[in-house]
């Protein structure tokens, strides 16, 4: 997922822990300065929000499901 400052990805394990779902996210910025916003905000993932453009970027493993945003 875009991680911009993590805002998203602190959601949506915030979302899936009330469920009681377990939730491993990755996320892609391709803005250096967001990237590090985000990791700054959520410093327990910080190793798994990467920096990058999702149309070259190669992951550092297979992901089961990849859903992505416009952005808006």
Request: glycine share 12%; aromatic share 6%.
């Amino acid at each position: 997922m875009r991680c911009a400052n993590g805002y998203l990805m602190e959601s949506l394990m915030r979302w899936a822990d009330k469920r009681g779902q377990s939730l491993v996210i990755h996320g892609i910025e391709i803005s250096p300065h967001l990237a590090t916003l985000a990791r700054t905000r959520l410093p327990g993932m910080a190793k798994r929000i990467h920096t990058g453009n999702a149309i070259d970027w190669c992951p550092p493993q297979r992901f089961d499901l990849v859903a992505g945003g416009t952005g808006e």
